[in-house]
């Protein structure tokens, strides 16, 4: 078992959980998390959204991102700064639609959650421009979900 730094397992959930999580999905969050697709700019529930907790994985509830590293890049999807723990994204070459840019995946599950850009603000340069449906809100004080029973720190507050 792979743990991240925050204690999060990570091993990868089994074809057949992947397949019960995904059943839960619209077809518009199966198809930007599992076939690497896009919402349209300014559509996504969470682009203005100001509340303070974290964003989980909408497939497999991995902590992805803290409320306290989103800012208004005006792109048009949500954006951070940074993740809560770098073990929690992984980063891989996209040279789709004729570009060459860096994909955001969660790191247990490998759903599709957008990409990440060098144009962000301090302290880390870094924009990570995400689909709103790749992920679900937790507000801060509320414990994470754990849909896949891996316990603790899953099902536990986390705190920010």
Same mark, same amino acid.
């Given at each position: 078992m792979?743990?991240?730094?925050l204690g999060?397992?990570?091993?990868?959930?089994?074809?057949?959980q992947?397949?019960?999580l995904?059943?839960?999905?619209?077809?518009?969050?199966r198809?930007?998390?599992?076939?690497?697709?896009?919402? =349209?700019?300014?559509?996504?529930?969470?682009d203005?959204?100001?509340d303070?907790?974290?964003? !989980?994985?909408?497939?497999?509830?991995? =902590?992805?991102?803290?409320?306290?590293a989103?800012f208004?890049?005006?792109s048009?999807? =949500?954006?951070?700064?940074?993740?809560?723990?770098?073990?929690?994204?992984?980063?891989? !070459?996209?040279?789709?639609?004729g570009?060459?840019?860096i994909?955001?995946r969660?790191?247990?599950?490998?759903?599709?959650?957008g990409? !990440?850009?060098?144009?962000?603000?301090? #302290?880390?340069?870094?924009?990570y421009?995400?689909?709103?449906?790749?992920?679900?809100?937790i #507000?801060?004080g509320?414990?994470?979900?754990?849909?896949?029973?891996?316990?603790? =720190?899953?099902?536990?507050?986390?705190?920010?």
């Amino acid at each position: 078992m792979t743990k991240s730094s925050l204690g999060f397992d990570l091993t990868p959930p089994t074809a057949e959980q992947k397949q019960q999580l995904a059943a839960r999905l619209d077809p518009e969050a199966r198809r930007i998390l599992l076939n690497a697709g896009t919402e =349209p700019a300014f559509c996504g529930k969470f682009d203005e959204y100001e509340d303070e907790g974290a964003y !989980v994985c909408n497939l497999c509830d991995l =902590p992805l991102f803290d409320s306290h590293a989103k800012f208004h890049s005006g792109s048009g999807w =949500p954006s951070f700064y940074q993740g809560i723990d770098k073990d929690h994204i992984r980063n891989i !070459v996209d040279r789709s639609h004729g570009m060459t840019r860096i994909e955001i995946r969660c790191a247990r599950c490998d759903s599709h959650l957008g990409h !990440v850009f060098e144009d962000g603000p301090r #302290p880390t340069g870094l924009r990570y421009c995400l689909n709103s449906v790749a992920m679900e809100f937790i #507000p801060e004080g509320q414990p994470l979900p754990d849909r896949l029973g891996r316990g603790a =720190p899953e099902g536990d507050v986390l705190k920010l």
